[in-house]
């Protein structure tokens, strides 16, 4: 939030606002980040229970899993129909926040 009020840098935005350098993240269309450190890949297609997801450069913590993945590679996750896929940052200062939901 500091950011975007600082600067004006949108909360949401789409990859490759963050990860310019990544081709990859210049044809996603159905994933995005939200502030510095949390991707969001929703289910966007009716009936679907789980996708694929893009992670960037880095490690990644999956929220619904609590597993770690390194970047720079797609991942399978199930997605119930209560949840997301939402993935944060390992050094993230919100990751210890939000991992013990």
Known sequence: MARASNDGTPLMRPMFFDFPDDPICWTLEDQFMFGNDILFAPIVEMGCRS???YLPEGY???YESKTEYGGGRVVSCDVPLDSVALFIRKDAEVSA???NH
């Open 60 to 62: 990644w913590l999956s």
């Open 51 to 53: 996708r694929e997801v």
């Open 97 to 99: 926040a939000l991992w």
